[in-house]
């Protein structure tokens, strides 16, 4: 069993920065592939970005060069920095738990979610 909590969120103009922290407990947090999804209003989640276990990461198009995962293993933390925020990152931010090896970018195949943390980018 695996619980994740978000935190990190907040109101920041466009151009600024964020960065977001999900804490993970769990005896087995190494071993998931970890990822962000978020949803904004009146829209369907999406993959954000995801980091397997061997530090492998993925981005969705819209986030590349923007956005960083990267994982602390050793406190159970997984990290997004978001730079260069625009209005259209506007939406509430999940992390996800996946126990395969490789990274997908359904959200149906991650076994954990946290509750969300909200991120609003007034322009």
């Known amino acids: 069993q695996v619980q994740l909590v978000e935190s990190g969120g907040g109101l920041v103009q466009a151009g600024g920065s964020l960065r977001l922290s999900c804490a993970a407990s769990g005896r087995f947090f190494s071993r998931y592939t970890m990822a962000w999804f978020r949803q904004a209003p009146g829209a369907e989640r999406e993959f954000v970005a995801a980091?397997?276990?061997?530090?492998?990461?993925a981005y969705a198009d819209s986030v590349k060069g923007r956005f960083t995962i990267s994982r602390d293993t050793a406190k159970n933390t997984v990290f997004l920095q978001m730079d260069s925020l625009t209005p259209e990152d506007t939406a509430a931010y999940y992390c996800a738990a996946d126990s395969g090896t490789y990274i997908v970018l359904n959200e149906r195949e991650y076994d954990y979610w946290g509750q969300g943390t909200q991120v609003t980018v007034s322009s």
């Open positions: 980091i397997t276990r061997f530090g492998n990461t």
